[in-house]
C-alpha cells in the first residue's frame, strides 16, 4: 500500500490560480457548512448558476414513484486495484480504464464484450463506463424524508459523454467485508491518495442482491451541478455495521450530502417487475 500526497500539487494550482488573477481574492471552494454550503453554491462562481436555477437538480425523495416495467440495468463489472483519493468532499475510488477505453471511447454499436477488461453498464441499451465511485453520508437521497447513513454513487458515463449514476443506499446491520476493505484503503487525509495494486475491489459486491431501481434524470450533487444525469437508485439498501458508519463519518470528517431539491415537472420512476428478475447473476 502506498499513500502520497497531492497537497504539493494542490498549493501549486492554487498559487498558480493567485498569479492569474494577481489582485482579485483566491478561488472559492465549496463545502457543506455556512457560507460556502449547498444553499450558497449558486453565488459562489458564475459556472455554479444551475445549483440555485436548474429545473432539474439531484438529489430528490423517492416518495410516490409509478412503477412500470422498466428495463434491467445490466452490470458487468470487474476487479479493479484500490486507487483511493480524500478530496475534502468525499472518499473516492478512481477506476483503471483499458487501452480499448481510452483510446477510443465507446463507439455505437459497440457492447460491454468490447471492454471486458473496463466496468460497464448497459442502460437503456446504451454502454456506459465506469470512472469512480464514492460516498455520502447521511444519504443524498431520501425515501419520505428519511435519509439513510450512506449513500454509494457509482459514476458513469457513455461515447456522448451522457452520465449515469447508480446509488445504492447503505444501512445499518451486518459487517460488510467488502466496505471494511475500502475503508482500510481511505486516506485519513485531505489530498492523500491511497494505491494499493495487490489488493483488487469489485464493485459489483456494493449492490444489493435484488436489483429493482428508482429512475429519473437528474444533476450531479455537487457544483457545477450540471444536469442530463440519468439515475439509478437501487431500492434496496445493503449493509455495514454501526462501527463501520461511525469509522467512516469520522474519516470524513463533516457530512457531505446535499438537500433534496424540488421535483418540479419530473417523474420519478420505479421498477416493477417480480424479485426474481431482478437478482444480480
Ligand atoms: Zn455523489
Redesign the pocket.
Known amino acids: 500500500m502506498r499513500v502520497f500526497s497531492l497537497l504539493l500539487a494542490a498549493s501549486a494550482l492554487t498559487i498558480s490560480a493567485n498569479h492569474l488573477y494577481a489582485g482579485e481574492s483566491a478561488p472559492v471552494s465549496w463545502g457543506y457548512e455556512g457560507e460556502h454550503g449547498p444553499s450558497q453554491w449558486g453565488h459562489l462562481q458564475p459556472e455554479f448558476a444551475l445549483c440555485d436555477k436548474g429545473m432539474a437538480q439531484s438529489p430528490i425523495d423517492l416518495l410516490g414513484a409509478h412503477k412500470l416495467d422498466l428495463a434491467k440495468i445490466e452490470f458487468s463489472y470487474k476487479d479493479s486495484p484500490f486507487h483511493v483519493i480524500n478530496n475534502g468532499h468525499?472518499l473516492e475510488e478512481l477506476e483503471p480504464l483499458s487501452e480499448t477505453a481510452q483510446s477510443r471511447y465507446p463507439q455505437h454499436g459497440q457492447t460491454a464484450t468490447h471492454f471486458n477488461k473496463d466496468s460497464t453498464i448497459v442502460f437503456d441499451d446504451d454502454l456506459y463506463l465506469l470512472e469512480q465511485f464514492?460516498?455520502?453520508a447521511p444519504s443524498?437521497h431520501t425515501v419520505d424524508q428519511r435519509h439513510y447513513p450512506i449513500?454509494l454513487?457509482l459514476?458513469h458515463h457513455n461515447e456522448r459523454h451522457e452520465a449515469a449514476?447508480v446509488?445504492v443506499f447503505i444501512k445499518e446491520g451486518q459487517h460488510n467485508q467488502h466496505f471494511e476493505s475500502f475503508l482500510d484503503h481511505a486516506p485519513k487525509n485531505v489530498g492523500e491518495v491511497v494505491d494499493d495494486h495487490k489488493h483488487v475491489i469489485n464493485p459489483k459486491d456494493l449492490l444489493p442482491k435484488n436489483l429493482n431501481y428508482y429512475r429519473y434524470f437528474g444533476s450531479?450533487?455537487?457544483p457545477p451541478c450540471h444536469e442530463g444525469v440519468i439515475w439509478a437508485i437501487m431500492r434496496d439498501p445493503i449493509e455495514v455495521s454501526a462501527e463501520q458508519i461511525g469509522r467512516f463519518r469520522t474519516i470524513l470528517g463533516h457530512e457531505n450530502a446535499r438537500p433534496t431539491q424540488p421535483v418540479h415537472k419530473r417523474f420519478v420512476l420505479e421498477t416493477s417487475y417480480f424479485n426474481t428478475a431482478a437478482q444480480l447473476k
Open positions: 468525499t464514492h460516498f455520502h443524498e449513500e454513487h459514476v449514476v446509488a450531479y450533487t455537487t
